[in-house]
């Protein structure tokens, strides 16, 4: 007997197929299951199932006062099943977020802020005695199954007079520690985004591709997407959306699809007063956002499914699999008039909503509240 049986589970390919479920582990994935399960869900002729939703961009280490929030209010209440905090914490202070991250339904990891404290202020990289290379290291030995990469945000109010010189301090910690990958923040100038990109490697996150900011992928002047955020593309290296408060514009995200720059993973740069207040809100309507863009739904669900899962090495999460984790979100297509909000106040109008409804983690359910 399983413990759980998911039954008419539909996909985005409205295929429909039963789930069985024990041990947190998918056991069996058949048209029919005839097994029984000790609980058994049935999803309504209009949901919709697919892998646990991962934001791999939020800031939800609770006991900061810069950004913050709480795990299960941007996780399993907003149809996310694991969110990876994006360097909110440093080697200082980590080990304390994760006893608090223990304590979470959602699953939580962390990026590691290459400042020993992380963003306790916005300049965290002013201060290059604040960048350990051992504690580190340390740290990464001692939290192996949390930490999951290191961060480092490249701008100008974060690395104050240091220019490049942080990035390069985290590109040689990064292969001290290999393999975790490294996700850097773009934002204000200096440094420079053709000093970023000519440090970053294959596998190498950038997150806020689509700042409409002047040191972001957009040429102000042409219009244009610039030379070097293809040839980044080319070499591998990873563009994540990363809305956040600052750093999402429609017209930059318009004018890179139209020239063929998809961001590669979908994230929302999410903390409290962008939660509460917008222009975020939740995961969904980030990919609400690039539904308009014109992303088909089935692209958008695989940049928060299996992309952040290879991005990141998390095993056994991303796709609906035998032998994988049990963790799914369960979701409806709603098809009412919504008005969404970019990051400089720009305004779309979406007529297809995607709203989650439950969520399974480990093969446990939990219902979502939006």
């Known amino acids: 007997m399983f413990d759980l049986v998911i039954k008419n589970a539909r996909n985005l390919d409205e295929e429909i197929i039963e789930i069985g479920v ?15 399960g000790k609980r058994e869900i049935e999803l309504l ?3 919709y199932v697919s892998a646990g939703w991962i934001d791999d961009h939020v800031h939800c280490f609770e006991e ?16 996310v099943t694991t969110v990876i905090d994006a360097g909110t914490t440093g080697a200082e202070n980590i080990s304390v977020f994760y006893e608090h991250a223990k304590n979470a339904k959602t699953n939580v990891y962390a990026l590691l802020n290459i400042s020993k404290w992380g963003i306790v202020e916005q300049d965290e990289l002013a201060d290059l005695t604040k960048v350990q290379a051992g504690l580190v290291k340390k740290k990464i030995q ?3 199954d949390f930490i999951v990469g290191i961060k480092a945000r490249m701008s100008k109010t ?34 420079r985004l053709a000093e970023i990109l000519a440090l970053l490697e294959e596998g190498d996150i950038m997150t806020h591709c689509f700042n409409g900011k002047p040191n972001g992928i957009l040429d102000t002047d042409t219009q244009q997407i610039k030379p070097l955020a293809f040839q980044a593309k080319k070499r591998g290296i990873i563009f994540d959306t990363g809305h956040g408060t600052d750093s999402f514009d429609f017209h930059v995200a318009e004018t890179a699809y139209r020239e063929g720059i998809k961001a590669d993973s979908i994230s929302t740069d999410i903390y409290i007063r962008n939660r509460k207040n917008g222009p975020v809100y939740d995961l969904a ?15 958008i669900i695989e940049k928060v499914t299996i992309v952040p ?9 991303g796709k609906i699999k035998e032998g994988y984790d ?7 297509r709603v098809f009412e008039p919504k008005t969404l909000v970019d990051s400089n106040g720009n305004k779309k109008i979406t007529e297809e909503q995607i709203r989650p409804v439950q969520v399974i983690i480990g093969g446990q359910q939990y219902e979502c509240k939006l």
């Open 158 to 191: 974060v690395v104050g007079k240091n220019g490049i010189i942080p990035l390069q301090l985290a590109k040689r910690i990064q292969k001290e520690n290999q393999p975790l990958p490294l996700m850097v923040h773009i934002g204000s100038a200096p440094p």
């Open 285 to 299: 309507t980030t990919m609400e956002k690039m539904h308009t863009i014109g992303y088909s739904w089935k692209e």
């Open 142 to 144: 001692e939290l192996p």
């Open 326 to 332: 049990a963790d799914f979100t369960i979701f409806e």
């Open 45 to 47: 002729p209009h949901q």
């Open 64 to 79: 900061m006062t810069l950004y913050y929030d709480y795990p299960d209010q941007i996780g399993i209440n907003k149809g």
């Open 22 to 36: 024990s041990d947190g582990k998918i056991c069996q994935i058949a048209p029919k299951i005839t097994q029984k």
């Open 309 to 317: 899962a290879k991005n990141f090495h998390l095993n056994g999460k």
